[in-house]
């Protein structure tokens, strides 16, 4: 159940999207949420695998676009899917060529479900500015992946710098698993913190991240060191338990079980696994208001304060390449 | 500002960013250990959050302290329970095989667990640990709806126990106090244990006596909780679920017992309340105003199964009536709660069930029937007096219809149609409220002749989801209306398999919310609206139905008499 459609117009694959849901049975009657995937090219299987997974969770429609070279002729090659390798979704996958690509959302927008959420994912290097992509513009929640820039801990001050509330980034998802075992931990039996450590491989943007939650919500200072990884391997808080002191720590040195240990009580093994890429984005889709605990967070790594304060408004800015170049 | 005993406001952004930015330096060189340091600000409270604040500023009493890493505005961390054990007696029984065990598997898979979980076994057999961990791991591995992944199994493993003995032995009840005991120093679970009782009726004095005796079942006795899960049959009767009640509450403390109803850990039971509250589109009109009639339908296709000693005492009436179908009339007809928090919705459903009322001609208004051999999806069915172990005669019942009425000003004459069946032609459970015609139809009566009753069907299993049925024009140069369905279905809406309802239950037991759980009141309540009706049953033999069909014909005279029919699942 697949039509693809060469060279041709945002209003054929419409058409062809109506054609295809209705030999389907309209199977996707419950859509919740349309998602917006920015590709490159290299990406586009993970990024189709991903999306696949999430979807189960949470039934979007699935609009993936790659962007291919600006200085060429205008071109939209498209192919609709419904019910087909991406699962229940209903997908179109859009390549498009030339100028068309700094107008992707002529396509777009006619092709968002009625009145859904959008959601659009970089699964890319992430933009400078959201600003300038249109198709970010029109998303009510934008999710980056800083894991993917050659630099992601300038990637991560570079998000701070272009925040505003709606942006979330995996590598903030990526620490879910570990901020929940942190916070059971100060379930069962609260203690106070008088500092806190992460270890992580060099450069991990979900460490710094991690890290500058627990500055803020335990108030003490944490210290980043460099680990061989993978991932994040390590927390430790040093406490104040009563009037006594002890430590707590979680070493996780194989990206999949964690050691548990605090003073005076045994070690305890249990799993940690780093998550596939479709279990990030289904998480992200579960919830689509504003993380401000991710904005504080990010705050607090990045040290620009006032995150969580800006406008959750965003204006296009239009930002032509071929004249940036000649500049 | 910077004194760290005052409950002061957060500061000014702009002071946190200066204090922030001049600490978040890099070490030029990877040689020095420390990377980067993110700290707070010049003094430790410049940037800290108000929990970080009432957090730091207090020194007396650890406990009472809020836990600075949870934030009700952080959506994405999970509640997980304190360390615990789960004792689980009758752990070779077929619950704790079909459900516990792979419920407790897919919690630890999702990460529900706490560090420090212990799944305790408690059974006659003459089995090591290791026995019962590959009875365990082969029930997790067959039932779990997650999947399966050694990794996960191995650290669950690693804290299974088994202690062997039957429930009169006293001696095994002291080496299972021991053993909790000894779990503290090994595993943490600083006194945190939910004792899950699957096992028949006639044990639970025993068992409880037993948890008594050896003071297990006394939360002043140690530092953590103690809990208690019971299964349904909650007795057979108002006076026995009476004694059963006073015997659990003088046991444990009343907010200690958990009653499971599995149904109520249902998705669709709980999205029943999130459609009747959180929309403004239905509640104006679920009322007597609007609403004609109430069925609520829940039908198996499979007979007894092997459970002949306990249905034929009990019957359909007893095993799904009382607890099931009343338990979704109660959330179907209560008022709107003030609150999600479980005493207010327990006390919505209270209400409710003390307004049911029954019926004063019970032989017009009230069915049951037995079924007869016949022919269900394809295959011989035999009757029930042909299945095994059922004595010769039996007039128990395998299905169950009435007419109840709920004496409330929204439902002031809206009859509550019940049926529960076995060997029916399809497992369907659903609730459907049927409005009334509309009052005037401008159409010509020929028009209108395929157009019934709007219908509202909540589809509780299978095929979770919700169904609206509605006229509307059959395309074509003439007027004509007919009825068409709009379906909404979990299922495709979100293909996500939704946790199964004794996963959740059992999360709610650790973590100590009983918001899912009937309490005695409602049990009571419900053992109320039952007994009257069992007492008249028992002087008339029920009616006969072959298997695959749907009930004895006196159901559907029953509704026939009001002018009304069943609605075909």
Redesign the interface.
Known sequence: MTTTLWDTTGGDVVKALVAERRAGGAVASGLAVTLVAIVDEKNVVTAEQAATIAAQAHPCRLLIVIRRQVDTSDRLDAEVQVGGRLGPTEAVVMRMYGRLTLHAESVVLPLLAPDAPVVTWWHSEPPKAIATDSLGVLAGRRVTDCSLAPDPIAALRGRAVDFAPGDTDLAWTRTTPWRSLLASVFDASPARARSAQVAAEKGNPSASLLAGWLSHRLGVTTELTPSSGPGITEVGIDLLDGRDEGSLKISRPDGRMATFSRTGQPDRQLPLLRRELGDLLAEELRRLEVDEVYAEALSQSSGIAGLAERSPLRTHLWRDPALTVEA | MAGGSHKAPAPP??E??EG??T??TRVPD?NE????????GTE??A???Q???R??DD?RD??S?P?????A??????R?P??SALVVFGVTGDLARKKLIPAVYDL?NR?L????FVLLGFARRDWGHGDFEQLARASALEHARTEF?D??WS?IA?SVRFVPGSFDDDAAFDELNQTLVDLE????I?GNVAFYLSIPPPAFPTVLNQLDRTKMADSSTTAGWRRVVVEKPFGHDLPSSRDLNHLVDTVFQPDEVFRIDHYLGKETVQNLLALRFANTLFEPVWNSNYVDSIQITMAEDVGIEGRAGFYDTAGAARDVLQNHLLQLLALTAMEEPVSFDSEALRIEKRKVLGAISIPDDLDACTVRGQYERGWLAGQRARGYLDEKDIPPGSTTETYAAVRLGVETRRWAGVPFYLRTGKRLPRRVTEIAVVFKRAPHLPFAKTDTVELGNNQLVVRVQPDEGITLRFGSKVPGSAMEVREVSM???YG?????SSPEAYERLLLDVLLGDTTLFPDHNEVEASWRVVDPLEEFWATKPPEHYRAGEWGPVAGDEMLAREGRRWRRP
């Open positions: 952004p702009q946190a960013a922030a930015r600490r978040f990877g250990q420390t990377e980067t340091a993110v700290t707070p430790p409270e940037t800290t959050s929990a970080a604040l957090y730091l020194d650890d406990r302290v836990n600075p890493l949870r934030d505005r952080d959506r994405r961390l999970p997980v304190d360390p630890g990460g667990l706490p560090p420090g992944r990794d996960v650290r690693e120093g090994t595993h943490g600083a379906d909404f279905l495709s809406a979100f293909t996500e």
